[in-house]
């Protein structure tokens, strides 16, 4: 029943910024992630933030660059994209993990998804 909505992608020269949205249909204290998916290839993790806040993930291809923060009264996960690279185009989903523990880097530890959106580099 939790519905997880993206917003904030776009077309951006490489080195730009762009702020990715998830807004959660109700209240959201679980584990969010952000992964990625590029045409043809795998989906890829790219940040977890656990639901207090204390804990933070990045994939390696992102760290420096990426950051995930979110405002539990708006319901809302973001993902901040700096020094963006054409590597990062893909579309962009918003997950919701457990309410419990640390969050994991496992799409399968992810019980609700996102319609994602577009992100798009170009160089």
């Known amino acids: 029943q939790v519905q997880l909505v993206e917003s904030g992608g776009g077309l951006v020269q490489a080195g730009g910024s762009l702020r990715l949205s998830c807004a959660a249909s109700?209240?959201?204290?679980?584990?969010m992630g952000w992964f990625r998916q590029a045409p043809g290839k795998e989906r890829e993790f790219v940040a977890a933030?656990?639901?207090?806040?204390?804990?933070?993930y990045g994939a390696d291809s992102v760290k420096g660059r990426f950051t995930i923060s979110r405002n539990n009264v708006k319901n809302t996960v973001y993902l901040q994209m700096n020094s963006l690279i054409p590597e990062d185009t893909a579309v962009y989903y918003c997950a919701q993990g457990r309410a419990i523990g640390a969050p994991t880097l496992l799409a399968e530890d992810y019980d609700y998804w996102g319609q994602g959106t577009q992100v798009t580099v170009s160089s």
């Open positions: 109700g209240r959201t204290f679980s584990n």
């Open positions: 933030i656990s639901r207090d806040f204390s804990v933070t």
